[in-house]
């Protein structure tokens, strides 16, 4: 038999290639990349599932961690967020788990790798892209892309062939991860209609206002109300707070790699609240021109990202420049919860540059003279005196 190593989730897509290659005569090897989200029972039942489609073994590779260090810390780092909106949560997954998942079929010598990408999707260009890039000898299959198929059709497979799934779940296509929740359905394919309430993983549990003390060290977050953990730990901390709150619900709309609009709606509180508590503390503790050239370099890095060019190395020296500037991104950052949206009320760091000692804005000043500032708006104001002046 084939041995072919497929990418599985355990949704409706993956679970449409698992039955039919598995009758095409594959030997289907089928692998899971745990990069958050899943509990010790949901990747137990995603093991029971797969062997159901047909699949000869299954493995589930926790990549948790290599998920943060590698993507997701830089991704606060940059506080990234696409078109001033998406965390990526599910673009910045997708290329982890293309690079575990090439890995282990190289390990087994697979001759085929597989996935349920669509071919009007941004997945298929980050799968096959790490896939080609690091092994081209494995030939890439794709069912859903090249036998063009709707969800409508992969369900009737499917019950054609006795794979009892939920089809009412079915409707949505969700991504759960460490960064965030994606979900498409019906409604995202249209550009006016919202996503219903229950299509969201999270419902509103509390109503009261809740205060967390978010702690960052050199721009990682080390610890959640005063108690430490790793950065990933304290990542799935903060989601389970927010989501009490159902914070983080949005849709997405933007370009997508093959040069159509898409829009996706999500749920990302954890993202969310990090990148802008983070950001925060970056404005007390960043100089002007630092936070400049970040910004630019933030939406390079979040476009590369989403648009599969992890493997260039441009990336590495982006992602050099954003370590070199949280040396001093340490503090507290105080925010404010509430139902379906958060505040931040502030921040206390030892390297805050509102230093009450050099001034209070608006206020006074304590380092310069009246007549040096007078002096200093006439030179900053040359250039437009001169343009104005030989202009006019």
């Not at 009007?120 to 030939?139: S, W, Y």
């Not at 969310?272 to 970040?294: N, P, Y």
């Not at 003279?369 to 030179?379: L, M, Y």
């Not at 900053?380 to 001169?386: A, D, Y």
Request: charged share 20%; glycine share 8%.
């Amino acid at each position: 038999m084939k041995k072919l190593v497929l990418a599985y989730s355990g949704g409706l897509d993956t679970s449409y290639c698992a039955v039919s290659l598995s009758k095409a005569g594959y030997d289907i090897h089928a692998v899971s990349v745990n990069t958050g989200g899943f509990t010790f029972q949901e990747i137990k039942g995603v093991e029971k599932n797969a062997y159901k489609m047909g699949v000869s073994a299954y493995k589930n590779i926790d990549a948790i961690s290599t998920f943060y260090n590698k993507v997701v810390k830089y991704l606060i780092f940059g506080n990234v967020l696409k078109n001033n909106t998406y965390p990526l949560s599910v673009s910045a997954e997708r290329i982890v788990q293309a690079i575990e998942i090439i890995k282990y079929a190289k390990s087994i010598n697979a001759e085929y790798v597989a996935h349920g990408s669509t071919g009007a999707g941004n997945d298929q260009v980050r799968f096959d892209m790490v896939f080609q890039t690091l092994a081209p000898e494995i030939k890439i299959i794709t069912p859903i892309r090249d036998q063009k198929l709707t969800r409508q059709q992969e369900i009737e497979f499917l019950k054609k062939n006795e794979i009892d799934l939920s089809w009412e779940k079915a409707k949505y296509s969700i991504n759960k991860g460490l960064w965030g929740t994606s979900i498409g359905g019906e409604e995202t394919l249209t550009s006016s209609t919202p996503l219903p309430e229950v299509a969201y993983p999270s419902q509103l549990v509390k109503q009261q206002e809740e205060k967390v003390i978010l702690t960052f060290s050199k721009g990682e977050l080390t610890a959640v109300n005063r108690i430490k953990n790793t950065s990933e730990k304290n990542i799935e901390i903060v989601n389970k707070i927010a989501s009490a709150y159902a914070i983080g619900r949005d849709i997405h709309v933007g370009d997508t790699i093959v040069g159509i609009k898409g829009r996706v709606g999500f749920e990302a509180g954890a993202a969310l609240i990090i990148i802008k508590a983070h950001h925060l503390l970056e404005k007390h503790t960043l100089t002007k021109w630092q936070l400049q050239h970040k910004d630019y370099l933030s939406s390079f890095y979040g476009m590369h990202l989403h648009e599969g060019q992890y493997l260039d190395p441009v990336m590495r020296n982006m992602e050099a420049f954003f370590q070199s500037t949280q040396n001093n991104v340490s503090g507290d950052v105080i925010v404010s919860l509430k139902p379906y949206h958060f505040s931040l009320d502030g921040i206390v760091s030892k390297h805050d540059l509102m230093n009450i000692k050099y001034g209070s804005y608006g206020e006074e000043n304590k380092t310069w003279t009246a007549d040096e500032v007078k002096g200093f708006i006439k030179i900053v104001g040359n250039q437009n005196k001169i343009y104005q002046q030989v202009n006019s």
